[in-house]
């Protein structure tokens, strides 16, 4: 992959598959992802090392998540999650979010 990509959308403005590992692994010029409501599984380390990433929400779609997915975003600043603190999907790596000093923003219990 080139690190001069900035948003990776298909023609239908959907993000594309991002399930494998490492897929976008040192896209250092990587600043937005726009997600796919369809999107269900992010890989291991997907986006390890992307030091323009600056926000990040993942949708509710994502049931799996590999560990280190953010791993060296050292732009990353926050990263928005949809569930409360300690629930997160039974899909998601325990270490999805080390490597990474971004502030996670939970769903809260009136959202």
Request: hydrophobic residues 25%; charged residues 20%; proline residues 14%.
């Given at each position: 992959m080139p690190n001069t990509i900035e948003e990776i959308l298909d023609a239908n403005n959907n993000l594309l598959n991002i399930s494998s590992d490492g897929v976008f692994?040192?896209?250092t010029n990587l600043k937005e992802i726009v997600w796919s409501s369809k999107l269900w599984k992010i890989g291991t380390a997907?986006?390890?090392n992307?030091?323009?990433l600056e926000t990040i929400?993942?949708?509710e779609s994502v049931t799996s998540m590999g560990s280190y997915v953010f791993k060296g975003c050292t732009s990353?600043?926050?990263i928005?999650?949809?569930f409360t603190?300690?629930?997160?999907?039974?899909?998601w790596d325990i270490n999805w979010k080390e490597g990474c000093n971004a502030e996670v923003i939970y769903k809260?219990?009136?959202e």
């Open positions: 692994m040192e896209c997907a986006f390890a992307c030091s323009s929400t993942i949708p990353l600043k926050t928005y999650v949809p603190e300690g629930n997160e999907p039974p899909g809260t219990e009136t």
